[in-house]
């Protein structure tokens, strides 16, 4: 049933998730998927984030897409195996934050709305967000998280009545550890109100605007597990929280542990699986290698004696005997000969072949 037609509209909510972003700064690992659909823990992490709506009453949720729209149709099709009903939006132009909600409000039937910047692992009680959001008889509900190190964000400062009193930019000094945390409840009249067919960006117009005009803006305000999947070095952290149980998630395909080895994969008696490491369905892992914090992308091989740290592996990526792979990523395809050293954010584009001892960051070969 189309969403207009849905009856009750305030005992259900619609979500928008957002997952237009190019993920330039996860390259090259999403030179071949989005960043939502890229493995996480075994499965693409939007899958992480599916898992989790049905828990305050989603059943439809639309996904507004832009790069490599067709990729998460192909994977999740309808929905109906989640059950959720999925529909795709896709932007002909890059439209931002709020341009990308203002262009799916023809699909929403729901009084209210959740949204979702579909590269953010979270903890949030969602219950409570939306319960917070409805009993304040707010416009827009923020979530908002503390963090340690503020100074790399915008702050959000909120009232005694958790009224957001302003949207500041990054600062040396901010004035509150409250920063956006990407998930919003809205009224659905309010994205009406959004500026139609250009790019717009909630953060710096939309929210702003709304306070300007005494709209009631909320802030939910909690220490949950919160995590921004925006880089390489957070993005196998993610990975590795998801399979030890730290991140939240009901779509891990295994139990949680210091490893998880998805069906198909060949990991040696000898070798040793730590840190939350993934190993992916057809990958080998041969004696005596180590794999601490290690994501493996289907089909890579790891060589026998080398060890892997804190990295992602791309698919049917080859290291050979020998090396040491420490907080780098390797694209898809790549084949790393024996006894090379790659570390301190080395990046390997997709097909690339080093012979072996080509690159070393000890003076031993």
């Known amino acids: 049933m189309a969403s207009a037609e849905r009856p009750d ?35 693409p992490f939007l899958a992480h984030l599916l898992s989790r709506v049905r828990t305050v009453g989603v059943r439809h949720v639309v996904l507004s897409t832009s790069f490599r729209a067709d990729v998460f149709a192909d994977y999740f099709g309808t929905g109906a195996d989640l059950g959720l009903e999925l529909e795709y939006v896709t932007e002909e132009v890059p439209l931002g934050t709020g341009g990308g909600i203002r262009n799916v409000a023809d699909r929403l039937g729901s ?34 998280t503390r963090v ?16 957001v009193q302003a949207f500041l930019e990054k600062s040396p000094d901010p004035i509150t550890d409250q920063v956006n945390a990407g998930c919003y409840v809205f009224r659905r009249s309010v994205i ?17 605007s709304l306070l300007a005009d005494g709209a009631t803006v909320l802030g939910y305000v909690d220490s949950a597990y919160w995590l921004d999947l925006g880089t390489p070095a957070t993005f196998v952290q993610g990975s590795r929280d998801l399979v030890r149980g730290i991140a939240p998630s009901g779509a891990l395909p ?46 890579a091989r790891i060589g026998a004696g080398a060890t892997v740290r804190r990295s992602v592996v791309g698919r049917r990526t080859v290291i050979g005997e020998g090396c040491l792979v420490e907080d780098a990523v390797l694209g898809d395809g790549v084949v790393l000969g024996a006894r090379n050293e790659l570390r301190a954010g080395a990046r390997v584009w997709p097909g690339v072949r080093l012979g072996d001892v080509a690159v ?6």
């Open 9 to 43: 509209q305030e005992a259900t909510i619609d979500a928008i998730v957002l997952v237009g972003g190019q993920g330039t700064r996860l390259r090259p690992l999403t030179l071949s998927a989005p960043k939502p659909m890229l493995p996480t823990a075994g499965v």
């Open 111 to 144: 009084a209210d709305v959740l949204v979702f910047n579909g590269d953010v692992l979270s903890g949030v009680d969602l219950p409570k967000l939306v319960a917070t959001h409805r009993d304040g008889g707010a416009d827009v509900t923020l979530h908002l």
């Open 148 to 163: 340690e190190d503020p100074r790399a964000f915008g702050s959000v400062p909120t009232g005694a009545d958790g009224r």
């Open 192 to 208: 009406d109100t959004v500026a139609a067919g250009r790019p717009v960006s909630v953060e710096r117009e939309t929210f702003p």
């Open 254 to 299: 295994g139990p949680t542990g210091e490893a998880l080895v998805l069906p198909g994969a060949s990991v040696a008696e000898d070798a040793a699986l730590a840190g939350g490491t993934t190993v992916g369905a057809g990958c080998e892992v041969a004696a005596g290698a180590l794999l601490d914090g290690a994501v493996l992308f289907d089909g």
């Open 360 to 365: 070393r960051f000890s003076p031993d070969a």
